[in-house]
């Protein structure tokens, strides 16, 4: 993945409040049901949003999954 699609995703995960991340996470519809099993919910925010820039590495995410996640985040 593109360095400049995951500091996107971080900065966007990092906009989100912790009691609707995975809500919106659900709604991107991105990662897994399983993927989002695997993350710790209750760490602190700047890691967990880096284990979903991880988990996005793996999925291969694109510009446009990441612009996604944005427009779900701004029309939330």
Do not use: G, H, Y
């Not at 919106?24 to 399983?34: C, P, V, Y």
């Not at 925010?45 to 996005?56: G, I, N, P, T």
Request: glycine share 0%.
């Amino acid at each position: 993945m593109d360095e400049t699609v995951a500091e996107f995703i971080k900065r966007t995960l990092l906009k989100i409040p912790m009691t609707e991340m995975m809500t919106i996470l659900k709604a991107w519809d991105f990662l897994s049901e399983n993927q989002l099993q695997t993350v710790n919910f209750r760490s602190r925010k700047e890691c967990l949003a880096q284990d979903l820039v991880l988990l996005c590495e793996e999925n291969r995410i694109s510009l446009n999954d990441a612009a996604l996640l944005d427009m779900i985040c701004k029309f939330w």
